[in-house]
């Protein structure tokens, strides 16, 4: 309907579609169902807005309303429109029970870099956060038409793995190496407190860094590979429970030598320098600061490594576009490397780009996995599920394996939605308590939406032939819900934010809620479409948590 309109209007106006599509504006219900503002018009024809909305609306009328609109009408400047709302009704419903309603067919390929969770350290409730974003985000382009390829680009070695396997060897060597987080996690943060009350024992780390890179001490080597496997494995356990897989994995380790290489290059090409023993960038001249790329040891740096990274992507696949998704405070690292890029003549710089996120804190500050001050995603799982488990058996007498598969769905439910329902950019109070909740803006509110959808559903079979008796005001705010899915997934698609979808869900459940209260359903008298309305509902709401990457549950 919208896209009529915007016909209409451009065919009566002479104005292109996309300027009319970004002018028409949703007014409060009674004053239409669409309305396009006549305010631009005015400064380019030189007269008043309100005569030109009531010349335009009377023009409309004229050349014939069509069956699907009611009327058009002249007010303060606007013309509204509007809509015969069975038509739209029975239009809507067919549209939204399809698996693929608002879906589109953009053939491009593109890649998207995100977790980057390191090896020997914590995989903590921050990292959920740029985990959760990347993976939505692939599953909006994917819904939109995209072939999107995962990638994860994976710390395994460098200064943080050579202070684990320092703190390791000189102090937990007689340990059985153990595949768990907080074990791992727990090591990590005990070498750096030990490293920050003697400065000496940094010495013995950098010697450690040295050797791994050159491998040149076997012994070494081959415990850097068996708690390299430790820590992916238990990270692969936590992407699984996250609902992410990832298609390429890239990790430091493969890019030492070439990011060397490429040092050395950019010195020779006068791009780089050699600064007390270091080789760097100097870009002060674009406020960019100092970039360095080899230490004065002649160790490489991430920032190395990330430049033979871009390189290879590119040699891999046939990108359309690269998207890194890295907290915020690595804004001045990418600037940095796009940068370099610019000035080494890269071919497809501007396919790439960097969105950051905001941090994850808690109440009492910054999460780091360098002091131990956070919540481990093991710790934070645990308490989640365990609370999902007692409401669970509140309601329901069911085995534990089912108890237990419940809750792990809606405790990631929490987990994520809390994460994505808010802007990119914002920097995350996380408060664990609001995120358990099962009433308000919540994970577990919409899966208990849905569920109650099918709920009502498993009663009685649905019969496609409806017929619309009347419609409740509660039933139309619905229908106008679900009918915008479509620009909602087209804006988070343009705009590469999931928060669109997450508040779209919560604000598309409330209306549910709202008509389930108010219009009863089995054995109304409009019970054939009311049911179809609770059968689209359900959809779009499935839709919209699966891009979200957010499983449904058919009961609580």
């Known amino acids: 309907m919208k896209k009529k309109i915007i016909d209409l209007l451009s065919k009566e106006l002479k104005i292109k579609k996309d300027k009319i599509k970004n002018l028409i504006e949703i007014p409060p219900e009674e004053m239409g169902d669409f309305a396009f503002p006549c305010f631009q018009l005015a400064k380019k024809e030189k007269k008043s807005p309100l005569l030109i909305a009531e010349n335009l609306a009377e023009k409309l009328r004229r050349n014939g309303l069509g069956k699907d609109i009611d009327n058009i009408e002249a007010k303060a400047g606007y013309v509204n429109f509007f809509i015969d709302k069975k038509i739209l009704a029975a239009r809507i419903l067919k549209s939204a029970l399809k698996r693929d309603y608002g879906g589109q067919k953009i053939k491009l390929e593109g890649m998207i870099e995100f977790s980057q969770a390191n090896t020997h350290k914590a995989f903590h409730v921050g990292h959920i956060r740029g985990t959760s974003i990347g993976e939505s985000l692939a599953r909006i382009a994917e819904f939109m038409g995209e072939r999107v390829i995962r990638a994860n680009y994976e710390g ?77 494995d238990a990270l692969n356990i936590i992407y699984k429970d996250l609902n992410t ?30 600064s007390e023993g270091a080789v760097i960038v100097n870009l002060e001249k674009y406020n960019l600061g100092i970039w360095v790329l080899l230490r004065k ?101 069911l085995s534990k394996n089912e108890v237990e598969r419940r809750a792990l769905i809606i405790s990631i439910a929490a987990i994520k939605y809390s994460m994505l329902k808010q802007d990119i950019n914002n920097i995350i109070i996380f408060d664990k308590e609001k995120a358990l909740q099962f009433e308000g803006d919540t994970g577990p509110y919409l899966l208990y939406s849905y569920a109650r959808a099918s709920s009502i559903l ?5 019969r496609k032939k409806i017929k619309i008796i009347d419609l409740k005001k ?83």
């Not at 059985?176 to 750096?192: H, R």
Request: glycine content about 4%.
């Open 156 to 232: 395994d070695i460098g200064m943080h793995v050579a202070k684990w396997i320092w703190c390791y060897t000189k102090y937990h060597s007689k340990e059985k190496l153990k595949q768990d987080e907080a074990w791992i996690a727990g090591i990590y943060v005990e070498a750096i407190r030990r490293l920050s009350e003697n400065e000496k024992f940094q010495e013995e780390v950098n010697e450690i860094n040295k050797q791994l890179e050159e491998r040149s001490d076997k012994k070494l080597n081959e415990l850097w590979r068996k708690t390299r496997k430790l820590s992916l």
């Open 245 to 274: 897989y990832f298609d390429k994995y890239y990790f430091e380790s493969q890019f030492e030598e070439s990011g060397k290489k490429i040092a050395h290059e950019l010195v020779k090409k006068g791009i780089a320098e050699i």
């Open 297 to 397: 040891d002649g160790t490489v740096l991430y920032s190395a490594k990330d430049l033979a990274l871009a390189l290879q992507k590119f040699k891999d696949y046939k990108l359309d576009w690269n998207v890194y998704i890295h907290g915020g405070e690595q804004t001045l690292h990418f600037n940095q490397l796009f940068k370099v890029l610019e000035l080494m003549g890269f071919k497809d710089l501007k396919k790439c780009y960097h969105f950051g996120f905001g941090l994850v804190r808690l109440p009492t500050g910054k999460m780091s996995s360098r002091t131990g001050e956070n919540i481990l995603y093991s710790d934070f799982k645990k308490e989640i599920t365990d609370y999902a488990s007692k409401e669970i058996k509140k309601r329901f007498k």
């Open 458 to 462: 498993r009663k009685i079979k649905i």
């Open 474 to 556: 509660e039933e139309i705010a619905l229908i106008k819900k679900i009918s915008s899915f479509p620009e909602i997934i087209e804006k988070a698609y343009e705009e590469f934010a999931p928060n669109i979808i997450a508040n779209y869900s919560f604000e598309l459940s409330q209306l549910f809620n709202e008509f389930y209260h108010s219009c009863p359903v089995i054995n109304s008298d409009n019970e054939d479409f009311r049911l179809n309305l609770v059968e689209a509902f359900r959809q779009v709401l499935k839709n919209s948590l699966s891009v979200l990457g957010i499983e449904t549950i058919e009961e609580m």
